[in-house]
């Protein structure tokens, strides 16, 4: 399961981010690099929750770097 997480958490981060530059920019850095339409019309309240989840990410890129992550709650330690 940890294999899980150290996978997953930067993705979800990279995600978030990408909706922070949607947020913000109406640009959409996956599409841009990857082909496609990189620029999106979006409502302001859509902008909002975009802007609310990429700062979420970036509230949780430190626990990219924590040493000791405590176990969640019936996983083992």
Same mark, same amino acid.
């Given at each position: 399961?940890?294999?899980?997480?150290?996978? #997953?958490?930067?993705?979800?981060?990279?995600? #978030?981010?990408?909706?922070?530059?949607?947020?913000?920019?109406?640009?959409?850095?996956?599409?841009?690099l990857?082909?496609?339409?990189?620029?999106?019309?979006?409502?302001?309240?859509?902008?909002?929750?975009?802007?609310?989840?990429?700062?979420?990410?970036?509230?949780?890129?430190?626990?990219?770097?924590?040493?000791?992550?405590?176990?969640?709650?019936?996983?083992?330690?």
């Amino acid at each position: 399961m940890e294999m899980i997480y150290r996978i #997953a958490l930067p993705l979800v981060i990279v995600g #978030a981010l990408n909706w922070l530059l949607v947020g913000l920019f109406s640009w959409d850095l996956v599409a841009a690099l990857l082909g496609g339409d990189a620029t999106r019309e979006s409502s302001i309240l859509s902008r909002i929750i975009y802007g609310l989840v990429g700062l979420s990410g970036i509230a949780l890129i430190p626990t990219l770097f924590r040493a000791n992550r405590e176990p969640a709650e019936g996983e083992k330690a």
